[in-house]
């Protein structure tokens, strides 16, 4: 269960290689968990694909066809339909606070998404829905980010996000019913509101050779209010980093 509870949804989601077709790495993570009595331990990632074609597109863990585009010298757009791994969730042995409740398992999002880069600014526009029956609900997300040339070896990317979580699908992942409820140890019957979550991120590329990188990705997210106040939490940032050795195809 430690790759859903360090990898904060997204981290994974971003481009690898932004001017490869084909690239693949392997790497690890450290992170944080929102859930009471959970521990941060580092988890190794075994291998990832990521792929960027004209009309499709692996990335960690998304993958899309694209069902519009335009470009030029100044960069380019793109609509796509998209599915997206929704590595999010627990299993009630993962500590002694939440035995008793029942498991939330990962699920797969799908939808729509809009992206583009206009010069050295990268923008994204999506809106997803469980397709697995999980947590049924959706999730309308933007991202923004800068990449800029520090060296010719290194390039540096800060960027800021926000999205919209329905009610459906914080309640699946942070609220505990009447039968989970144990009120000898502070945890009551609690139902999770739709909420924003704001977040911030760094990603930093390293060329060791034109074909040999290094990625690290860092992502910190505010929690939704209703899901900080709900009992499983005990925290209100959570922050996750990953990074990864890549190769170029």
Do not use: C
């Not at 949804?9 to 009595?37: H, N």
């Amino acid at each position: 269960m430690r790759l859903k509870q360090l990898l904060p949804a997204g981290l994974l989601l971003m481009p690898v290689m932004a001017s490869a077709d084909w690239s693949a790495g392997v790497g690890a993570a450290q992170g944080q968990s929102p859930y009471q009595g959970i521990s941060s331990n580092p988890n190794t990632i075994p291998a990832f694909v990521s792929y960027r074609g004209r009309f499709a597109y692996i990335r960690g863990t998304e993958a899309g066809i694209n069902a519009w585009g335009a470009g030029g010298s100044w960069g380019g757009v793109q609509a796509s339909v998209l599915v997206s791994g929704r590595l999010a969730g627990y299993s009630s042995s993962d500590s002694s606070y939440l035995a008793g409740m029942d498991s939330r398992g990962w699920s797969l999002d799908g939808g729509v998404g809009f992206s583009g880069r206009v010069n050295s600014h990268q923008f994204s526009v999506k809106a997803v829905h469980d397709l697995l029956d999980k947590h049924q609900g959706y999730e309308l997300s933007s991202t923004y980010s800068y990449g800029f040339e520090v060296t010719d070896k290194l390039r540096v990317s800060p960027g800021v996000g926000l999205s919209w979580q329905s009610a459906d699908l914080l309640d699946y992942y942070f609220g505990v019913t009447e039968s989970e409820a144990n009120p000898a140890i502070g945890r009551i019957a609690y139902q999770v509101d739709s909420g924003w979550e704001p977040s911030v991120s760094l990603n930093i590329m390293y060329a060791f050779t034109p074909r040999t990188s290094l990625m690290v990705a860092g992502r910190t997210r505010k929690l939704p209010s209703s899901v900080v106040a709900s009992p499983l939490v005990d925290r209100e940032y959570v922050t996750g980093v990953f990074a990864a050795l890549l190769y170029r195809f």
